[in-house]
Every structure is written in C-alpha cells, then in structure tokens.
C-alpha cells in the first residue's frame, strides 16, 4: 500500500536520521521533507516503532510526523506542479508487465 510520509523537525541531525530511516524502507524522497512509496504492513510497523522513539527521545517539543495512507485512485489523482518524476503507476501498483517468449 503507498504511503506519504511527511515531518516537521527542527533538528538537522534527528530530521537526517529520519529521512535515512524512510529512505531505507523503500520510499522515495518528493520533496525535502516528504516521502511517498508502497511499504509493506510489517515494515510500516517496524518504522513506526522507529521513527516514534527517535522523536520521543530525541525530538523537541513542537516536532511532528504525519503518515498518511493512500488508495492507488489518489494516488493517481495526485496533481504535481514542478519537476518531479513520479511514477504513479509504479506507487499505485496499476504498473502492467508484460511478457514475451
């Protein structure tokens, strides 16, 4: 299932080492401080886990982290302004493979 995951955090080191974290399951960085890709559940969980303990230990109060599910429809809704190279069929899982023998 895609996800966007997104983070306000104030500190260089804690926000390099999130983004290396998100980075390492898979999702591809959109923009400076948003992520998008298909992860699996128990990744997801795991990364969670991850992510919440490095903003509970090392985190300062008004840092924040959202993710957010996605339906492969929204995905392909998604309206991008801007260079970005995006492959929606990619994260919606609608990519179609063909085989030739």
Known sequence: MPYLICYDITGDPLRTKIGKKIIAQGLDRINKSVY?????????????????????????????????????????????????????????GERSTLIFN
Do not use: C, R
């Open 36 to 92: 998008l890709g298909s992860i699996s559940e128990s990744s997801l969980k795991s990364l969670e886990q991850d992510l919440k303990q490095l903003i509970q230990t090392k985190g300062d109060p008004p840092d924040s982290l959202i993710i957010l599910p996605l339906t492969a429809h929204e995905v392909q809704q998604m309206l991008v302004i801007g260079l970005n190279e995006l492959d929606k069929d990619d994260l919606s």
